[in-house]
């Protein structure tokens, strides 16, 4: 009787959705590999088709996809391409969302609200993902939505290491921007060996965007203020904790943010006086036209494709960021 030989050889597939490309090329770049082409395309009533153009059976394959404007539609779109991998016979599929939609809404605030961060992540498994990746979670307990490995990267080593080559640490003060910040904010104080503030606000719960900054906890008068946040969004709030630190008689101020959502108006509202510079990474697309003279926008790339790796190659993913300075 003849034996049936198996080739224990994994195959490794890289697929992008149309959200963000450029980040999913130098993903692969950074692996040495290339992207398996998909043919996507949007229909005219905007039902979304995703089908691939040579076999993924077996592979270990990783979904790609920004979470940019419009987000239903890209969210939609990698749902769709989990779908095909799953009925194309991949032997794993992890979701790489590494901006995860809906993480705003993670809790219920007030009575009758959904937490459609849940929601997502039951999508996600309903089509068929194995495991889930993602840069800088906006809560950590998302890492509890999805019945599965979650790899939640920190992209701070990223982002710590540009600023301990331009700032002096002598002058230096890390800033949270809100109470829900202060234990990353503390990371980040720890690691750059200096003092930290937090900025107390108030959010009026039924207008959405809209904060009061109330006062600042800590020595801010004579110092360089470095603010960290997960996100900037309409940079309202970034904008006004800048003023009150100014204020406060802070020499300078600096943002740290890993997501650049930049809605509308966040790009003209970030050229503030009360903001010398603003440094982010490339987790989601930034058009020519959102970009400004005092943004820095720093690669991702490296990060996303070092933890690829460790998942493919069943190494650690933590062991990335223990004890990482």
Known sequence: MASIKISGQKRLVIVSGRAHPQLAIDIASELGSDLVHTD??????????????????????????????????????????????????????????PFYPYARQDKKGRGREPISARLIADLYKAAGADRIMSVDLHAAQIQGFFDGPVDHLFAMPVLLEHFRAILDPATLTVVSPDMGRVRVADIWSDKLGVPLAIIHKRRDPLIPNKVTVHEIVGEVNGRVCLIVDDMIDTGRTIVKAAEALKSAGATGVVVAATHAIFSEPASELLQSVSIDSVVVTDTLPIPPEKRFPTLTVLPIAPLIARAIQEVFGDGSVTSMFDGAA
């Open 40 to 97: 996507a395309r949007t229909f005219a009533n905007g039902e979304i088709y995703a089908r691939y153009d040579e076999s993924v059976r077996g592979c270990d394959a990783f979904v790609i996809q920004s979470h940019t404007n419009p987000i239903n539609e890209w969210l939609m779109e990698q749902l769709i391409m989990v779908d095909a991998l799953k009925r194309a016979s991949a032997k794993r599929i992890t979701v790489v969302a």
